[in-house]
């Protein structure tokens, strides 16, 4: 469930051309410091990312995610990508 409310959120907010997300969550579940949220590993592809950092993607994301980062998600792993960097392979 939660997967889909973030691949929704990025999707509404980033029109991606490419969008994959991996639940690791069951992995994880319980322990140290995991109070319940999942883990989520996202690659992003997305002509928003033209000309950003790699940290000011990730804040980016951090920002569409918002409140979910408090309790939803426990850990988020990003691959943003341009379109360009993706048709490299990179």
Known sequence: MT??????????????????II????????????????????T??????EGKSLVQRHQLIYKIMGDMMKDEIHAL????LTPTENSKGN
């Open 3 to 20: 997967a889909n409310i973030i691949r929704q959120k990025l999707e509404d907010a980033l029109k991606p051309d490419l969008i994959e």
């Open 23 to 42: 639940d690791h969550s069951a992995a994880h579940a319980g322990h140290a410091g995991n109070k319940g949220g999942g883990h989520y590993n996202v």
């Open 44 to 49: 992003i592809v997305s002509e928003q990312f």
């Open 77 to 80: 792993g990003i691959n943003a």
